[in-house]
C-alpha cells in the first residue's frame, strides 16, 4: 500500500499503536506495532452485524457457507468432541454457546450433557435452533449481551475472530462466566505454518466476516486482562463436506492458481463427501477464570 498511514483505532489486545498491513477486499487490516495483533482498521457501519450475517452468509458460499444447514450432523460431531474435551477439566453444567448459529454445535454440547444456553445474531439462525432442534438460543450479539446470569462456560468456538468490538464482547463474556469457570474458543492461528506459507495470501484473511486474527499467546494477553490463565490449548479435530471445500477454494481462486487448480479437481465430488480439515491453522484454548 501507498500513501500516508490511515489513523486507525489502537489494538484492542494491548492499545499498541497500529500500522498498514495489508489491504483485501477494499478493507485494510492493519498490524499491532507492540503485540502483532492483526485487526480491521477500517471504521464499521453500525449494522455491521446484519449486513455480513445476513441469511446469504449461510448459503451464499464465499467467505460464509454455501449451505449451513445441510452441514448439521459434522457441526454436532464438532460439539459433541468438544464436550468430551471440556469433561476432562470440568463436570458437565451450564454453558453459553455464543454465536451458535443454527445450533448444531450446541446440540452436539448437549448430546454430552451440558446444559446449553446460545447466543447468535442472525434471527432466522436462532429461530431454526428454537424450533427445529429444541434448543434455547437468543438473538442477539455478545457485545451488547447483558448476562442475568453466569455460566460455568462460554464457548466461543470460531466466533473471537468475528467479533466487531473485541473488548465489549470478551468484558460481557467473562461478566457471563462465574469465578472458577472456563471459556472455550477455537480461532485460526495466524501464527501457523499454514498461515506463513500462504502469506498475504492466507484464506482466512476475509474481512468483513473476519476482523481479528489471532496467535495463541495474542489470545491469552487478551484474556488475561480479565482474569483467565490459561489451561490448555490444542488443534481441533475438524471435519469439513466437499460442498464446503469447493465453496472457499471458488472464493480464493483469485488469489491462488493452487486453489484454482484444487477447485478444477475438486469440482466432480459429490457434496456430501466428508473430508478431514487439515486444522494446522487453527488452535483450541480453555481459560479459567481465576478471579
Given at each position: 500500500m501507498t500513501g500516508a498511514q490511515i489513523q486507525s483505532d489502537p489494538c484492542p489486545i494491548c492499545a499498541g499503536p497500529p500500522r498498514d498491513f495489508l489491504e483485501k477486499h477494499g478493507w485494510r487490516i492493519v498490524r499491532c506495532q507492540e503485540c502483532g495483533h492483526l485487526f480491521v482498521g477500517d471504521p464499521l457501519p453500525t449494522d455491521?452485524?446484519?449486513?455480513?450475517?445476513?441469511d446469504e452468509y449461510f448459503v451464499g458460499g464465499g467467505a460464509g457457507y454455501p449451505g449451513y444447514l445441510e452441514d448439521g450432523e459434522i457441526l454436532r460431531q464438532h460439539g459433541q468432541?468438544?464436550?468430551?474435551?471440556?469433561?476432562?477439566?470440568?463436570?458437565?453444567a451450564k454453558i453459553l454457546d455464543v454465536?451458535?448459529?443454527?445450533?448444531?454445535?450446541?446440540?452436539?454440547?448437549?448430546d454430552s450433557g451440558w446444559e446449553g444456553q446460545g447466543l447468535e445474531p442472525n434471527s432466522s439462525m436462532a429461530e431454526f435452533a428454537r424450533v427445529s432442534l429444541g434448543?434455547?438460543?437468543?438473538?442477539?450479539?455478545?457485545?451488547?449481551?447483558?448476562?442475568d446470569e453466569q455460566?460455568?462456560?462460554?464457548?466461543?468456538?470460531?466466533?473471537?475472530?468475528?467479533f466487531n468490538d473485541l473488548r465489549a464482547a470478551t468484558a460481557n463474556a467473562s461478566e457471563a462466566t462465574r469465578p472458577g469457570g472456563l471459556w472455550l474458543i477455537e480461532t485460526w492461528n495466524r501464527e501457523s505454518r499454514t498461515a506463513k506459507i500462504f502469506g498475504k495470501r492466507w484464506h482466512e484473511f476475509?474481512?468483513?466476516?473476519?476482523?481479528?486474527?489471532f496467535s495463541p499467546e495474542g489470545l491469552s494477553q487478551l484474556a488475561s486482562q480479565y482474569g483467565f490463565s490459561e489451561l490448555a490449548r490444542g488443534r481441533p479435530r475438524k471435519r469439513i463436506s466437499s460442498r464446503h471445500i469447493k465453496s472457499l477454494l471458488r472464493h480464493?481462486?483469485?488469489?491462488?492458481?493452487?486453489a484454482r487448480i484444487l477447485g478444477i479437481a475438486a469440482g466432480a465430488l459429490p457434496d456430501s463427501l466428508v473430508f478431514p480439515y487439515p486444522s494446522e491453522d487453527l488452535f483450541w484454548m480453555i481459560l479459567r477464570k481465576d478471579s
Open positions: 455491521h452485524l446484519h449486513l455480513v450475517y445476513s468432541r468438544y464436550g468430551r474435551l471440556l469433561a476432562k477439566y470440568v463436570e458437565p454465536g451458535s448459529a443454527a445450533g448444531f454445535i450446541l446440540q452436539g454440547l448437549t434448543l434455547q438460543v437468543d438473538c442477539g450479539s455478545i457485545e451488547g449481551y447483558l448476562p455460566f460455568n462456560v462460554v464457548s466461543m468456538i470460531q466466533v473471537v475472530a468475528h476475509s474481512p468483513p466476516s473476519v476482523l481479528h486474527w480464493v481462486a483469485q488469489d491462488s492458481l493452487v
